[in-house]
Nanobody
Framework: QVRLVESGGGLVHPGGSLRLSCAAS????????MGWYRQAPGKQRDLVAV???????NYADSVKGRFTISRDNAKNTVYLQMNSLKPEDTAVYYC?????????????WGQGTQVTVSS
């Protein structure tokens, strides 16, 4: 079992920056990938960025060049650095971890953290 705890959301002006953190605990070695998703009111939850255990990274087109996902293996923590924030980035951001504890795969979620971009 994997537990995820997010932090770092808040209110920021357009053009500003925030850094989200996601600390993982539990069966850390079973994680294959960790990522960030977001969900705006009335919309589906969409992928923002993902980093695999092998270091591969993918971003949603809407955040490329503005957001950076990274990880600190010693702290079992994944970060999302968000720069040049826009009002359309406003959403609840969720941390996600996927992996396998044989023979069962898992898909763990954090509680979510609100990011609001507004003047």
């Amino acid at each position: 079992q994997v537990r995820l705890v997010e932090s770092g959301g808040g209110l920021v002006h357009p053009g500003g920056s925030l850094r989200l953190s996601c600390a993982a605990s539990g069966s850390i070695s079973s994680i294959n990938a960790m990522g960030w998703y977001r969900q705006a009111p009335g919309k589906q939850r969409d992928l923002v960025a993902v980093i695999t255990s092998g270091g591969s990274i993918n971003y949603a087109d809407s955040v490329k060049g503005r957001f950076t996902i990274s990880r600190d293996n010693a702290k079992n923590t994944v970060y999302l650095q968000m720069n040049s924030l826009k009002p359309e980035d406003t959403a609840v951001y969720y941390c996600n971890a996927r992996g396998v504890v044989p023979p069962i795969g898992f898909d763990a979620w954090g509680q979510g953290t609100q990011v609001t971009v507004s003047s």
